[in-house]
């Protein structure tokens, strides 16, 4: 079997941490005996720099040709002045909205060698394991009109019964295979379109008798991500709450450099880390690859349907922590601080000792 996947490294830290998550897919897909071809185009401010766009027509053709694209991340001060349909981020939204990703799956789960690591107390965070699950191609960043003068600014927030549906009932079919809860997050008390929002979700619940269904509202799920973050198994969003969200979780979770995620559609898929491109520490070795090599997981399971792999990348991290590597955003006393390579030659290894071992039946983490 042989996948294409095109690597939009983008920015900042972006290289790095394509180039960490491409070893660990190099490595996974040998063991399983797979064929990857890769191709790099550029994307965000580098792709501005040399070609006046975030995004060319043939980097989004080549994409449609892939059966998967795996991004590094965009943006950084330099182009902060751009017009937005310039900016490094509108790359990224054309992106989602030409391939049809209208479901983001940002996974937050506490490591138990990490749960120091967070500003929340260890017996706060002690078994969380929630996923985000965010509308991705609605909502306000897509709604018209929008714009700015002198003397207001204004954007639309708006969903059609098509865009809540599916991904109501995404929320629902993730929730079977976990802890069959949903917790979908609004502001009906104050917005129509969250009103409407609230309506189709219950409706499709109907077709999920099996999943429990909760609402709540968006500041109140801000507070108790950080209160009780165990009360939650899926959060269903839409396109801005959870951007924020995600944001939250990432924090408890000790560093948004832990946290993956995947975009899907029908036809497409994109997987990225949630970090930024943090310019400040690019090139500097600094930067944490365990959000890029856990999004190549995701590819592994979500558009090759290779779980088996995607759960040993997974074990990998997650023994690499518990031998306290640590890069610098999430190093604690007592631990050992890596470079961004060394954490991916770590990971790597304990992937490889992990294969051997449920190849021989004497797994242990």
Not at 37 to 57: H, V, W
Not at 333 to 351: A, K, P, R, W
Request: charged content about 25%; aromatic content about 8%; glycine content about 8%.
């Amino acid at each position: 079997m042989s996948y294409r996947i095109v690597l939009l490294p983008g920015d900042g830290i972006g290289p790095e941490v394509t180039e960490a998550a491409v070893k660990v897919m190099k490595v996974a897909a040998e063991s399983f005996n797979v064929s990857l071809e890769f191709k790099t185009e550029l994307i965000g401010g580098s792709s501005y720099e040399k070609n006046k766009t975030p995004l060319t027509d043939d980097v989004l053709q080549t994409c449609y040709d892939s059966d998967a694209v795996f991004l590094g991340a965009v943006g950084g001060p330099k182009w902060e002045t751009l017009p937005h349909n310039l900016k490094p981020e509108a790359a990224l939204l054309k992106l989602r909205k030409a391939l049809g990703l209208y479901a983001n799956i940002r996974p937050a789960k506490v490591y138990d060698a990490l749960a120091d690591s967070s500003s929340l107390k260890k017996e706060i965070l002690t078994g969380t394991d929630f996923i985000v699950l965010r509308e991705l191609t609605g909502g306000i960043y897509f709604g018209e009109p929008r714009g700015f003068d002198e003397k207001r600014g204004f954007n639309t927030m708006v969903y059609t019964h098509v865009e809540v549906e599916r991904i109501a009932k995404m929320a629902f079919k993730t929730a079977r295979g976990r802890g069959k809860k949903v917790t979908s997050v609004d502001k009906a008390n104050v917005l129509e379109v969250s009103q409407f929002w609230r309506n189709v979700v219950n409706d499709v619940h109907k077709e999920f008798p099996d999943v429990e269904l909760n609402h709540m509202y968006v500041d109140n799920a801000a507070m108790q991500i950080v209160r009780n973050p165990r009360q939650f198994d899926v959060l269903l969003t839409s396109n801005l709450f959870g951007d924020i969200l995600s944001d939250i979780a990432g924090m408890i979770t000790g560093s948004l450099g832990m946290l993956p995620s995947a975009s899907l559609g029908n036809r497409y898929s994109l997987y990225e880390p949630v970090h930024g491109s943090a310019p400040d520490i690019a090139g500097r070795g600094r930067a944490n690859p365990i959000a890029a090599i856990s999004s190549a997981a995701m590819m592994f399971n979500y558009s090759f349907g290779m779980q088996k792999a995607a759960e040993i990348i997974e074990k990998a991290i997650e023994r690499a922590l518990q031998k306290n590597l640590r890069t610098g955003d999430i190093d604690s006393v007592g631990c050992e601080l890596v470079s961004t390579e060394q954490m991916t030659d770590h990971v790597i290894n304990y992937f490889t000792e992990i294969y051997n071992e449920q190849a021989l039946g004497v797994f242990t983490l």
